[in-house]
């Protein structure tokens, strides 16, 4: 695709179900990062993937959040047993890697994922 | 501490002025500075990028300045528009491929 997607859009869940936020970066970019913005707050940062190297996962909140890139390219952010102040939105950037110079480092957001913790 | 301060936190002015919004930073070292523009439940989507050899970069009717010594960077926008109304988001990267410090953002609303 053109951009970056993500999907759901948006998603309802009770506290203590586990939910799964998809993204698909574009084509290509070998850096994917996963987001977490709560109302009124700046982006924090929660995971990055870049090729085949192992994840940094120094922004994950708890051992309830992981994620996982399939492939080298589309990724999945997990939360099990969710919490109310899981509630945000999870932005999801790609690309096309630190290698290239500032520009090539460049993210490209999702239009991000609404999660609503009842 | 790596930090980036925004300021201000919001901001109105009306259709057709100017406004500079301020980002100060002590990441270091440094690598690059970029602003976003994040449209309200929208993706943030990139200006500008800078590293520490630039002083200035325009898009269009943005210009971002950057001072290394200072640690300071500014983003002025001439002539708003509606469509400027948006959060801006100042965010600066520790050394090449190093972690990225995010700003909390200005909520700039631009008034007909």
């Known amino acids: 695709g053109a951009g970056v997607s993500q999907s759901p859009s948006n998603k309802v869940t009770e506290k203590g179900k586990d939910v799964e936020l998809r993204c698909d970066p574009i084509?290509?970019?070998?850096?994917l990062y996963w987001y977490r913005q709560s109302l009124g707050q700046g982006l924090e940062f929660l995971i990055y993937?870049?090729?085949?190297?192992?994840?940094?996962k120094s922004g994950l909140p708890s051992d309830r959040f992981s994620a996982e890139r399939t492939g080298g390219s589309v990724s999945t952010l997990t939360i099990q047993r969710t919490q109310q102040e899981d509630s945000a939105v999870y932005l999801c950037?790609?690309?096309?890697?630190?290698?290239?110079?500032?520009?090539?480092?460049?993210?490209?957001f999702g239009p991000g994922t609404r999660l609503l913790v009842l | 501490k790596n930090q980036v301060e925004q300021s201000p936190q919001s901001l109105i002015i009306l259709e057709g002025k100017n406004c500079t919004l301020q980002?100060?930073?002590?990441?270091?070292?440094?690598?690059?500075l970029r602003w976003y523009k994040q449209d309200t439940g929208r993706g943030p989507v990139s200006l500008t990028i800078?590293?520490?050899?630039?002083n200035t970069k325009s898009n269009g009717r943005y210009t971002a300045t950057l001072d290394a010594d200072t640690k300071q960077s500014s983003l002025h926008i001439t002539a708003s528009q509606l469509s400027d109304s948006a959060s801006y988001i100042c965010?600066?990267?520790?050394?090449?491929?190093?972690?990225?410090?995010f700003g909390q953002g200005t909520e700039l609303s631009v008034k007909p």
């Open positions: 950037a790609s690309s096309l890697g630190p290698s290239g110079g500032a520009a090539q480092e460049t993210q490209y």
């Open positions: 084509s290509g970019h070998t850096a």
């Open positions: 993937f870049q090729g085949n190297s192992a994840p940094d």
């Open positions: 980002c100060n930073y002590t990441v270091s070292p440094f690598s690059n």
């Open positions: 800078m590293t520490f050899s630039e």
């Open positions: 965010v600066v990267r520790a050394n090449q491929g190093g972690k990225l410090i």
